[in-house]
């Protein structure tokens, strides 16, 4: 079996290969490798999102939570080059190929950090030009945060791992997430709901769900 994507050095030996990101406004050819999430091909979940997500604003502080090799920390920094992108993951090599795929295409208001499980900068960046995000940025606030979130790694982590980002949202911030429709989603939206966090569904499509999530009213916050 393949290692999972959420390990933080994939042993997986290295098959470096690329995935064409093509949006209507966009077309991006990315690095990818093995060991990463949806290495052949940029997943359907990210495609669904990114087609169905409004603007983003274009200036402040933008977040993408498992970055991945950067599709949506990517597209954010396209759509919005007058805003801070951030892009985490806990994956190294998915983050080094985000850092490579932000260079070659000119996209400079994106960032990348190695992430712990617990949202804290891991202790190992590897290779980084300039300076890498710092603890505080990693703390936000964010306008806005996109994300294809690693639902397979069982409802306690994901839980955890929202609850810790979206807990990092500006007041006037939003969230805007997707999820397979069999793998939970209209079970994460009661969920989110019953934590405080106001949520509707923007869109519905290939069998996935694009959600709207608000920040909870601080009295709220687990």
């Known amino acids: 079996m393949a290692q999972h994507y959420f390990d933080s050095s994939p042993s997986s030996a290295s098959r470096p290969s690329t995935a064409d990101l093509v949006l209507p406004d966009l077309h991006l050819r990315l690095r990818t490798d093995r060991g990463v999430f949806s290495p052949d091909k940029v997943d359907l979940g ?3 999102l990114l087609e169905s997500v409004p603007p983003p604003p274009p200036e402040g502080t933008l977040l993408d939570v498992g970055c991945g ?3 949506i920390a990517l597209t954010l920094a396209s ?15 998915a983050v080094a190929l985000a850092r ?11 960032r990348f950090a190695v992430i ?3 949202g804290d900068p891991a202790p190992e960046q590897g290779e ?7 603890s505080e940025d ?5 306008n806005v945060l996109w994300s294809n979130p690693p639902i397979r790694v069982g409802k306690e982590v994901l839980h955890s791992l929202l609850l810790t980002w979206l807990g990092r949202l500006s007041p006037t911030g939003v969230a805007h997430l997707v999820v397979q429709r069999h793998l939970g989603s209209d079970s994460l939206q009661k969920w989110l709901e019953s934590r405080g966090h106001a949520t509707e569904r923007l869109a519905s499509r290939a069998g996935f769900r694009v959600l709207t999530v608000h920040p909870a ?4 916050r687990a």
């Open 138 to 142: 990693l703390l936000g606030p964010f």
């Open 100 to 110: 490579r795929n932000a260079a070659e295409h000119g996209l400079d208001g994106a």
């Open 116 to 118: 712990t499980p617990e």
């Open 46 to 48: 990210t495609r669904v």
């Open 79 to 93: 759509r919005a080059p007058g805003a801070r992108v951030l892009g985490v993951d806990v994956n190294a090599r």
């Open 217 to 220: 009213a601080p009295d709220e």
């Open 128 to 134: 980084v030009e300039g300076e890498a995000p710092t």
């Open 69 to 71: 090799y950067g599709p």
